[in-house]
Structure formats: structure tokens, C-alpha cells
């Protein structure tokens, strides 16, 4: 952060630039405010860094993915009371920008503190989100960055066309990546006993056969 930071503090304009920079970040908080009175449940937008973003339906093969790990996960967590998953529409306010994951899991500790009217929620514990065209710079970049940064301890990056899941760990405030599964099991550190065949999210079959596995457990 001081190397960064180095350039503007040797500035003979730092005042300048610190007073530049404190009108800029009280226009993002007045934008902040419109885009919660500008929101309805029926949308699917975010806000990332002064910029209310829109995002487009998705495909179908982007929903199947991203219902079947969801499913998978809501069964497993509630089955063995292990805290709370959501899916999709949940928005989760972060320092600066808020955010709609594709799925987000709440240890039984932040599960506890959550209402059910609650409509911004703090980070949770775990992430998936299932990339596309138009969302992947953004799932890769500033989330991948602000999750770590808010003490997400795992996030998944799901590939739906390669039928690939990327899981990440964190460590010291930075993701590293454990594993690039195509196939095999893949298990999460954070979701304690969760393991599943990678193909459970790719493939309807392998689906309902994990998810009666889990049921019968």
C-alpha cells in the first residue's frame, strides 16, 4: 500500500489530490445511496466502485450450474445445521460496493446475526460465483480482489463451458489457488465434509445421484 501510495504522499499537490479525493468518495457514497432507492428485487444489479452495474439474464447452462451446487449445498448445510446458504438475488454490502453472488454460504455464527427481512448482509464465509462473458473480468478482478479483502475464506470461480471449477483459499488477505478440477471430487475447507463429484454440477445425473448420497447420510 505505501508503494502505491508513494508517488502522491512525494507530491508537492498532495493536498490538492486529498481534497479531490475526499469530494470524489462523498459523490460515490451520494451514488450509493440513489442506487439503493433505485433497486427492486426483481433486478439483478451491483454496485462496483461508483458504477451501477445491469447484468443481462443468463443462460441456461449458467443457471443449471449454478442450481445444482446451490442445491448440493443448501441440503448439505441444513441437513447437518451447518450455518446458511443463499442463492443468486442476496446482496452483500462490502466497505465500498455491493454485490449479488451466485451463491454465498454463512457459517451457524453469521447465519445467527442475519433476519429475514435483512436486505444488505455482510461478507460470508464462502463464495461461488459461475462466470460468462460479461461477468468474468469483474468475477476475477475487483471480487476477486474485495472478497480476499473481506475475509472471504474460500471462493469457488465455476466455468460453465469448460466445465471447470477453480477453488481458492484464503491466506493472508490474498486468494491462492488449491485446485483446477475437471473431474475427480472436490471438497471445500470451509463447509466442513462437503465433497462432491466435480460432474455433480455439470451433469444431471451424477446430480440427483450426490444429492440422494447426501440425502441418505
Not at 64 to 70: I, Q, R, W
Not at 91 to 115: H, Q, V
Not at 193 to 208: D, E, L, R, S, Y
Request: hydrophobic content about 40%; proline content about 4%.
Amino acid at each position: 500500500m505505501i508503494d502505491i501510495l508513494t508517488p502522491l504522499i512525494q507530491s508537492p499537490k498532495l493536498q490538492e489530490h486529498f481534497i479531490k479525493l475526499k469530494d470524489y468518495i462523498k459523490e460515490e457514497q451520494q451514488k450509493r445511496k440513489e442506487f439503493y432507492d433505485f433497486i427492486t428485487e426483481d433486478m439483478k444489479a451491483e454496485f462496483i466502485n461508483g458504477e451501477v452495474i445491469i447484468h443481462s439474464p443468463v443462460t441456461v447452462d449458467h443457471a443449471s450450474v449454478s442450481f445444482n451446487l446451490a442445491s448440493l449445498l443448501h441440503f448439505y448445510t441444513t441437513l447437518n445445521n451447518l450455518g446458511k446458504v443463499t442463492h443468486e438475488k442476496l446482496m452483500i454490502a462490502l466497505t465500498r460496493n455491493n454485490y449479488e453472488p451466485d451463491i454465498c454460504f454463512f457459517s451457524p455464527a453469521k447465519a445467527k446475526k442475519l433476519k429475514d427481512d435483512q436486505k444488505l448482509c455482510p461478507a460470508p464465509d464462502f463464495i461461488v460465483e459461475v462466470i460468462s462473458k460479461s461477468t468474468e473480468k469483474i468475477d476475477r478482478g475487483v471480487k476477486f480482489e474485495d472478497y480476499a479483502l473481506h475475509d472471504v475464506k474460500e471462493y469457488w470461480i465455476i466455468d460453465p463451458k469448460h466445465k471447470t471449477i477453480e477453488k481458492y483459499i484464503l491466506v493472508n488477505k490474498k486468494y491462492e489457488l488449491e485446485e483446477k478440477l475437471l473431474h475427480g471430487d472436490i471438497s471445500s475447507k470451509v463447509i466442513k465434509g462437503f465433497t462432491i463429484p466435480v460432474k455433480a454440477i455439470f451433469n444431471k445425473t451424477q446430480f440427483a445421484k450426490t444429492l440422494a448420497t447426501i440425502s441418505n447420510k
